[in-house]
């Protein structure tokens, strides 16, 4: 099995799709001008008007494919630089952050599982055990990816992880990158399950716990571990099962077996008949298990690094020691030429974070979120229509945010201010908001794993944009039903 | 014995003596209930600094201003509640802060004090991009520094700045907590430090930095934006016509 790298090229557009890329550019320029020229508002530096004006052309961009999404971020570098809207140091500085680093690493990682044979092993078990049908595989990796989140306390650890298994899995059902629905419902709902099962598990990310430091502050309450899991649990459980259905409903696969299967009358006893054709491991096969353990362990004792080695190893340095242990003489299994990197997704990917990086530096998301709040007059209505506008604003803000630390520090005093300003209990509000913090499933530079997993060319910046909002407004309404169900039971509303 | 008694008679000395240094320090020094300054443009690069403090007067019935920038000419003070002996400053210092003092009639009582400023070049140090790197050009650096240098802090601290007519701020490196509003036809930038439940709002020692870049705004700029935006959709829209029909 090889990575799959190949890009969205070769596909039938629809009618559609056709007009999108054809009033992209002229659209994505007139947004551009028009917001640029106008007048800046008067709370918002001129910095921040140019990275709103250059993020909404862009985004243009990204949704009508008028362009390749690695031209568009290619064009939001320069826009960025030349409209002031981030430095030009900083802006190009984004191709060294850590997270087109683990990018890197992680496309290593998957070509070393892949030239060792350790990852057709992994995938043909994984298929013919627990992916006897398409749906079936979907399921799993669900499951898989959510378990995962009790042991690995990153996001983008867990992606980073599950990125081999996805693209293995997407290959023996035969799906072709940007060909396959069932390619594009893989890797969209990886990157969702990821962020939405984080949302369960209080330390899953670090700003949920700045979440619980700030209603401490701010209220003197403390929410537990317990507490979280108990509130956010259901919520997110339900909002997963949403995610699978509504991907099925947009995305309805072609495949329902195993390619392999199609050619023959027995294809998951084919399947099993290849495995053990395999024989047993091989030695390179075990050094690069060895070497996916020592990262998986390596991601999950973080906590633990400076008892152990007496100093903390990060994220991104851990995949940079995996990466680099396959490529040493004696240990190392795979050359650089074995190495497949999508370069053209990783220049998407640095151009696309540095809009968002633009957005929050330049104060303008911030800005953009004070006056969502500051222009609802939210004292004098009812506490569920309050609820409902507050929560559809913390699960949406997400979209001019690429920091969740950033959005958390603003949102949730915010919303605390409104719960009091309103006279009804802060908790009520600002714990279902906290729920929000790791949404940001539209957009790829919204957050590490959705750069991960775009980068495997299997959907567009639409189909995620479309899927995920349909999810997020799905997970907006079940946390609506909550405040008059589960929350009243367990005493948060 | 003896040593036991030794040590704890240095301690009494020792805590004696910091307690006491104190007590003097702060009858030295005047009190800050608040200080206001605000950086009004007079043209696109002069500024009339504002300072409006209300401070009770030193035991030897002192009030002070920093001169927090050299080249500011003194042009007026006002002084109420209270009233001044002279007009004319004396030049003392307040640990290591130069500072204007004005001596006043009765020490017992707070003054409000009113000084106007003239302070040449606040809007034109010029900014433009780096050698070798990209950046806008016609872009100006705002910058000012405020230490607190009395003992006691000062209640409340208040920073405005309002930019020339026309101008706007493009980047702000420095405070990162800050207000942007407009007054009349002039954008400005505010830095407040309100006290609350005892503490200051601007303690010994603590200083709010303001560093900003500023541009004026630019009508032909956005014509010509607007053309190259348009010429832009133009083209795509007509040269672009074979991609639907495929």
Partial sequence: MNIPTARMEGKEKTNFEKWLSYLGVPIAAIVFALLFTMRTPTELTLQGKSAIAVFLAVFVLWVSQAVPTFVSSLIAIVLLTLTSAWDEKSVLGVFGYDVIWLMISAFIITSGMTKTGLANRVALWLVSTFGKTARLALISLIIVNFVIAFIVPSTTARAALMLPIALLVAQAYGAQPGKSNFGKLIMIQELQVNNISTSAILTATAPQIMAVGLIKDLTGYNVSWSEWFIASLPVALCTMIISYLVGLMIFEPEVSVPVMEDRGNDGIGKLKEQLRKMGPMTKEEKKALFIFCLTVFLWATDKWHVQMFGFKISLVMVAIISATLFYLPFIGLISWKDTKIPWDLMIFSAGAYAVGMALDKSGAAAWALKAVFGSLDLGKIGFFPLYMIVIFIAIFSHLVFTSKTVRTAILIPAVIGIANAAGINPIALALPASFTIADSITLPPHCKPNLIFYSTGYFNVLDQFFYGMIVLIGKWLLLGIASLTWFKIIGIC | ?246
């Fill in chain 2, 1 to 246: 014995m003896f040593k036991k008694i030794k040590v704890i008679l240095l301690m009494a000395i020792f805590i004696l003596s910091v307690a006491l240094t104190s007590v003097l320090y702060a009858a030295q020094n005047p009190d800050f209930k608040s200080y206001k300054e605000v950086f009004l443009p007079i043209n696109e690069k002069d500024a009339k600094l504002t300072i409006t403090a209300e401070e009770v007067p030193d035991a030897a019935g002192y009030v002070y201003l920093f001169s927090t920038i050299k080249e500011a000419k003194l042009e007026e003070v006002q002084a109420e509640e209270n009233v001044l002996v002279n007009n004319t400053p004396e030049k003392k210092k307040i640990g290591s802060v130069d500072c204007l003092a004005f001596k006043v009639l009765d020490k017992e009582r707070p003054v409000k004090l009113k000084a106007t400023f003239l302070v040449p070049d606040f809007y034109s140090i010029k900014n433009d991009a780096a050698e070798k790197s990209t950046g806008p050009g016609g872009t100006y650096r705002v910058s000012y520094s405020f230490t607190c240098p009395v003992a006691s802090g000062i209640e409340t601290y208040s920073l405005k700045i309002l930019l020339p007519e026309n101008y706007e701020i493009l980047t702000v490196a420095a405070p990162k907590s800050y207000e942007l509003g407009v007054e009349g036809k002039n954008r400005y930038m505010l830095v407040n430090m309100k006290g609350k439940e005892g503490k200051k709002g601007l303690g010994f020692a603590k200083s709010v930095e303001v560093d900003f870049v500023i541009k004026k705004e630019n009508v032909t700029k956005n014509i010509l934006i607007w053309i190259a935006s348009l010429g832009i959709a133009t083209t795509f829209l007509v040269f672009n016509r074979k991609q639907l029909a495929k």
